[in-house]
């Protein structure tokens, strides 16, 4: 029986549902298997499948992961892809969404690597910071006399710095003798540069390779022999990408075999176009300065004149200067006269003598003034007083008491106005006209 239109899925459903029980199931995982069909198309983005005996698996790498990856990535190598298991819906393709890509091997001898790498780090192995002889006078280096590197550097050297004296101490730099020669060559070359000190430095260096080609440069005693080498050593091994414990013990690092050699020496047309430019510039400074020198030359010549001539200017200066002197000191000494003349008149005008004289003058002058007044103004006050001394003659009590009154006062200075304000034997005094009396209240005998 055909299921009903409600009951059927349509495929993007039914992919739909597929794609989120593949992520929720399985989730990520490790997946180690052959690359085949690797595609980068312009997106970035890197398409490949990973197969084995019996199956395969598409793989999508995104842009934004695929810069991360540090293994090549060629068809036939073998890898472990770290990712999430994914459909896409479109097409119904069943695929691993990768995050990381490596190389079968290398995730334990990056362990390995990182591990000793932090333990050296820590010891002060990679604490070399020594300058090499620039450039250097015998240069050592320990390469494989059939490698690519050692014909790099030698042509390099050649090119830039002719002059260059280089020793190649043949040495393997792969497998497991490689570390053992190298550190006998290192031990030896430090051993002899006390009898040849133009010996000044040494090379380690090799072509690039696989992280197992160049393991023989992450031994731990090569890092601590480089560490512990009396002569600075350079190293460059591997491509740029390429990071060994040799490089991080020595005293300097270069990418590659050719940049090496770069850094060791100057290049000899530079210094040659470099010589020529500063013997042009000293060229054009020394004529500057010659030209400058001759204008100075000049104008000195113009301005130097005969010693009669200069005597002869100086002699009429110093008359001119005598002539001002003097007419200066003249004009000053007529004006001190003036000044002098005009604090005399001055002084004679303010002379004690003469203002006695004028003051004396003046009290003369005074005096006579004075008897003059005084007559006038004596009849002047007498007439005054006579006027006032009528009118106070009369309203005067005494004139009263001189026409017969007399005023009694008790014995407190009272005036007594009524008999009856006083009382038998009681004494009272009456003032009269002239002179006062002392009189006593007898008894009325009328009253009696």
Same mark, same amino acid.
């Given at each position: 029986m055909p299921p009903s239109d409600d009951t059927a899925l349509s495929v993007s459903e039914l992919n739909r549902r597929a794609r989120q029980a593949l992520e929720q199931d399985v989730g990520d995982v490790w997946v180690e298997g052959e690359l085949s069909g690797v595609?980068?198309?312009?997106?970035?983005?890197?398409?490949? @499948? $990973?197969?084995?005996?019996?199956? *395969?698996? &598409?793989? %999508?790498l995104f842009?934004?992961? !695929?810069?991360?990856?540090?293994?090549?990535?060629?068809?036939?190598?073998?890898?472990?892809?770290?990712?999430?298991?994914?459909?896409?819906?479109?097409?119904?393709?069943?695929?691993?969404?990768?995050?990381?890509?490596?190389?079968?091997?290398?995730?334990?001898?990056?362990?390995?690597?990182?591990?000793?790498?932090?333990?050296?780090?820590?010891?002060?192995?990679?604490?070399?910071?020594?300058?090499?002889?620039?450039?250097?006078r015998h240069l050592l280096v320990l390469s494989s006399p059939t490698g690519a590197a050692i014909r790099d550097v030698l042509a390099v050297l050649a090119a830039?710095?002719?002059?260059?004296?280089? @020793? $190649?101490?043949?040495?393997?730099? *792969?497998? &497991?003798? %490689?570390?053992?020669?190298?550190? !006998?060559?290192?031990?030896?070359?430090?051993?002899?540069?006390?009898?040849?000190?133009a010996r000044d430095a040494i090379l380690?260096?090799?072509?690039?390779?696989?992280?197992?080609?160049?393991?023989?440069?992450?031994?731990?005693?090569?890092?601590?022999?480089?560490?512990?080498?009396?002569?600075?050593?350079?190293?460059?091994v591997g491509h740029e990408v390429d990071t060994t414990l040799a490089d991080?013990?020595?005293?300097?690092?270069?990418?590659?075999?050719?940049?090496?050699?770069?850094?060791?020496?100057?290049?000899?047309?530079?210094?040659?176009?470099?010589?020529?430019?500063?013997?042009?510039?000293?060229?054009?400074?020394?004529?500057a300065r010659l030209d400058t020198e001759a204008q100075r030359l000049d104008h000195l010549g113009a301005r130097l004149r005969h010693p009669g001539e200069v005597l002869a200017f100086r002699r009429r200066q110093l008359e001119q200067l005598e002539g001002r002197l003097r007419r200066a000191m003249q004009a000053r000494l007529a004006a001190a006269r003036r000044h002098q003349a005009e604090l005399g008149r001055r002084l004679a005008l303010r002379s004690p003598e003469r203002r006695l004289e004028q003051e004396t003058r003046r009290l003369?002058?005074?005096?006579?003034?004075?008897?003059?007044a005084m007559p006038r103004a004596l009849a002047h006050h007498r007439e005054r007083l006579g006027a006032v001394a009528r009118e106070l003659q009369a309203v005067s009590p005494l004139a009263v008491l001189g026409r017969g009154y007399a005023i009694l006062e008790n014995d407190e200075g009272r005036v007594i106005r009524h008999a009856a304000d006083t009382r038998p034997g009681e004494r009272l005094a009456a003032r009269l006209g002239e002179g006062r009396l002392a009189l006593e209240v007898l008894p009325d005998e009328d009253a009696d």
């Open positions: 595609s980068r198309p312009s997106s970035g983005h890197v398409y490949f @499948t $990973l197969k084995d005996e019996r199956a *395969q698996l &598409r793989c %999508a842009r934004t992961r !695929a810069r991360f990856v540090a293994a090549p990535m060629r068809d036939g190598d073998r890898v472990k892809v770290r990712g999430r298991v994914s459909l896409f819906e479109p097409r119904g393709d069943y695929q691993l969404i990768a995050e990381a890509v490596q190389a079968t091997g290398e995730g334990e001898l990056l362990a390995a690597y990182e591990r000793l790498k932090a333990r050296l780090d820590a010891e002060g192995v990679f604490a070399n910071t020594r300058a090499l002889p620039y450039p250097p830039r710095w002719p002059l260059a004296q280089v @020793t $190649l101490i043949p040495v393997p730099v *792969q497998g &497991r003798e %490689a570390t053992p020669a190298m550190i !006998a060559a290192l031990g030896l070359l430090n051993r002899q540069s006390a009898l040849d000190p380690i260096t090799r072509g690039g390779g696989s992280l197992e080609d160049l393991w023989a440069f992450n031994d731990e005693h090569l890092a601590r022999a480089i560490f512990h080498s009396r002569l600075p050593v350079m190293s460059a991080f013990a020595a005293d300097r690092r270069a990418p590659t075999p050719s940049a090496a050699a770069e850094q060791l020496v100057p290049d000899a047309r530079e210094l040659a176009q470099r010589l020529r430019a500063l013997e042009q510039r000293l060229t054009r400074a020394q004529r003369t002058q005074a005096r006579q003034r004075l008897h003059q």
